[in-house]
């Protein structure tokens, strides 16, 4: 997902949301990518969940233009 740059951006805000410290990740943003974690999968997946949403609002708002 390196080369999403966005993408990539956008599940490392989940990320550190979700899992703040060490007592939720063990590990952070990039280990867990390279490792590719459960929490980085599940970060990723959220944000590709949101920028469907968000790419649906972005369209909508360009409708009523």
């Known amino acids: 997902m390196q ?3 966005r993408l990539r951006a956008a599940a490392r805000a989940i990320f550190y949301a979700c899992y703040p410290s060490e007592e ?16 980085y999968r599940q970060a990723v997946d959220a944000a590709r969940e949101a920028r469907l ?3 649906d609002f972005t369209a909508a708002q360009l409708a009523l233009i």
């Open 53 to 55: 949403h968000l790419s």
């Open 24 to 39: 939720w990740s063990p590990v952070p943003f990039e280990e867990a990518e390279r490792c590719d974690t459960v929490h």
């Open 3 to 5: 080369h999403d740059v």
